[in-house]
């Protein structure tokens, strides 16, 4: 399990405030904090683990997402380009792509293993300045981007159309709340494509 911490120490010596922005891990079988993952320099606003859990991804308003290995508790890669805040990241089926969406209204695909940028998935404007969630289809084939409304790119990275998109999937949300708890959601077609 995965947390994220603010922490503020003031220095006896009188000197200015030292803030630490780190994700803590726990073993989900004893409860056990097993570390900390340290390295952004502002707010982390979303965590997510890699299919065989072996990796995560911290997005921040650092502008930045970090790939972690979870057994050695270091860093992988830092995920640099965006210019607005790291809304969210999420690794492909594969585990060899990661998707990242910022408030600079884009979309970033990276390599996972060596943090270099492969693409840039643009034109959500002025009207759809953020987007909310990507996820990568279960063969890798297509990334949805969802904001005021839902995106997908094939593998060549090519933006579909909305009559595509329709066709395709529906919204997808990460999460919805049921009887109090939160519970992922998968994607649900829509429409009369399926």
């Not at 780190?22 to 299919?51: E, M, N, Q, R, Y």
């Not at 057994?71 to 210019?83: F, I, M, N």
């Not at 805040?85 to 910022?102: E, G, H, L």
Request: charged fraction near 20%; aromatic fraction near 6%; glycine fraction near 8%.
């Amino acid at each position: 399990m995965l947390t994220s911490s603010t922490s503020t120490t003031k220095p006896s010596t009188g000197t200015e405030a030292v803030v630490e922005h780190s994700v803590d891990v726990w073993s989900t079988v004893s409860g056990k904090w097993l570390g900390a993952l340290k390295g952004h320099v502002d707010g982390i606003i979303d965590c997510s683990f890699s299919s065989d859990s072996r990796c995560a991804i911290t997005s921040s308003i650092d502008l930045t997402a970090r790939v972690w290995n979870l057994e050695q508790l270091s860093l992988v890669a830092k995920l640099d380009g965006h210019t607005g805040a790291v809304r969210t990241a999420t690794f492909s089926t594969d585990q060899q792509r990661i998707a990242t969406a910022s408030e600079d209204a884009t979309v970033r695909i990276w390599d996972a293993t060596t943090g270099r940028q492969l693409a840039t998935l643009a034109g959500y404007g002025e009207s759809q300045p953020t987007i909310h969630s990507v996820r990568f289809d279960a063969a890798d084939r297509q990334l949805l981007a969802v904001g005021t409304a839902p995106t997908v790119w094939d593998v060549s990275l090519e933006r579909r159309s909305p009559q595509e998109i329709s066709r395709l999937v529906g919204r997808e949300t990460p999460w919805r709340l049921v009887g109090g708890q939160l519970i992922e959601n998968t994607v649900a077609s829509i429409g009369n494509g399926r």
